[in-house]
């Protein structure tokens, strides 16, 4: 059975930085393309991050490029966001979602990021 899970989410000042992470099992992670996504308080969800399942190609949302980092280690079945310089608007709960050829596709619980005084 597929299952995602994410840690790492807290409460970090504003100009802060976190490290989230999205350890898979029940699939055969390097065959996945590996995404993060956000959900705000009264927002939709939107696109974060996304990474190849080789970690060749990644894209980004404008509103986080520059500041945030997706990487993964396939040996490890996990994927990463590095968040640097994280502002109040960034809090959200953060999902990171498994997706083979839009055939298959799971998703993670969520971990929440609050960026706060």
């Known amino acids: 059975q597929a299952q995602l899970v994410e840690s790492g989410g807290g409460l970090v000042q504003p100009g802060g930085s976190l490290r989230l992470s999205c350890v898979a099992s029940?699939?055969?992670?390097?065959?996945?393309?590996m995404s993060w996504y956000r959900q705000g308080p009264t927002k939709e969800r939107e696109m974060v991050a996304a990474m190849d399942s080789v970690g060749r190609i990644r894209k980004y949302a404008d509103s986080v490029k520059g500041r945030f980092t997706i990487s993964r280690d396939n040996a490890m079945n996990t994927v990463f966001l590095q968040m640097n310089n994280l502002k109040p608007e960034d809090t959200a709960v953060y999902f990171c979602?498994?997706?083979?050829?839009?055939?298959?596709?799971?998703w993670g619980q969520g971990t929440q990021v609050t960026v706060s005084l």
């Open positions: 029940g699939i055969t992670f390097s065959a996945y393309v």
């Open positions: 979602k498994a997706n083979y050829r839009g055939e298959k596709e799971y």
